[in-house]
């Protein structure tokens, strides 16, 4: 293995962001160069050897016991999220497998059904590398109303909503604070990081936008963990106006992978009155037969 790993890279940006003083420790060593604990405090905090310790972050250590692994957490301050993705950074590292470029995701018929009862509120279907799978009309008015509503029906050119977020204008301008949106998806796409390090596709994805985005970069090189369950927006929208809207991530059972993300306003508000008035114009507008942006089921002939 070249470099540090996944795993290694994450004790290191973990370890750079603690001080002394966060996990009990006196600092009375010389002048530090670096930020962030020194290998042997962390080791001493975590009642494990520095050579070994050192060995994990190196990559040359795949072996870590539970026992190992919970008090390194413990030594790191982690979270319940971070502590999930060290327990699946290290079990990739135990069992690296051959990376098999994978299908193209589809909706199920009950994912398909779901979106169109959710005609009245933005709702989009990502996939696990946040490809548009699928939008409603007010979704797709409200997010990416400058793209092809279509865009989903052809995997080779679906829209992805990180691509967009880094590497479109629209969506720069639309996010109010842009950066928060930003370290939001960069930290969900950890997490998937996590679950399938071995997706080309994936990977690809990473690499794209650490090509063409220095604050992608900058946050993916953080290493912060953290889904996207929940989180309030003000979007200012070219149509309507200023917009506040809660993006909530719901799971689909049958579809683990995929992700249904609902917008909503508090009743009565003018963020309400502002996505009642987007989906009259976006209805007038109405180029496409159906309202949900997938190809219709192909009907049967007799």
Not at 178 to 193: Q, S
Request: charged share 25%; net charge positive.
């Amino acid at each position: 293995m070249n470099g540090p790993g996944p795993l290694g890279a994450f004790l290191q940006a973990r370890r750079a962001r603690l001080r002394p003083e966060d996990i009990g420790l006196r600092d009375l060593g010389p002048r530090r160069r670096v930020a962030g604990l020194r290998r042997e405090e962390l080791a001493q905090a975590a009642g494990v050897s520095v050579s070994y310790y050192a060995r994990l972050e190196q990559g040359q250590s795949r072996g870590a016991s539970a026992e190992v692994l919970d008090a390194i957490a413990r030594a790191l301050l982690l979270d319940d999220h971070e502590r999930e993705h060290l327990d699946r950074l290290a079990g990739a590292a135990r069992h690296a497998s051959r990376p098999r470029r994978p299908r193209p995701e589809k909706l199920t018929d009950e994912t398909r059904d779901l979106l169109r009862a959710l005609d009245g509120i933005p709702a989009i279907v990502l996939g696990r590398r946040t490809d548009v799978l699928a939008w409603n009309t007010l979704a797709h008015a409200l997010l990416a109303g400058h793209l092809d509503f279509h865009g989903p029906d052809d995997p080779a050119r679906r829209p992805n909503m990180s691509r967009m977020l880094f590497l479109d204008p629209h969506c720069r301008e639309l996010y109010a604070s842009w950066k928060a949106k930003a370290r939001a998806v960069v930290g969900n796409l950890r997490i998937t990081v996590g679950r399938h390090p071995d997706d080309p596709l994936l990977a690809e994805l990473i690499g794209e936008l650490t090509m063409n985005s220095p604050e992608f970069v900058a946050l993916w090189a953080d290493h912060r963990v953290a889904p996207c369950d929940a989180a309030s927006y003000e979007l200012h929208h070219p149509v309507v106006g200023t917009v506040t809207v809660t993006q909530q991530t719901l799971s689909i059972a049958r579809s683990p992978d995929q992700a249904l993300i609902v917008c909503t306003t508090p009743a009565g508000s003018p963020s309400e009155e502002a996505l009642a008035l987007l989906r009259q114009v976006s209805d007038s507008r109405a180029p496409h037969a159906n309202s949900i942006g997938i190809p219709k089921k192909p009907t049967q002939q007799t």
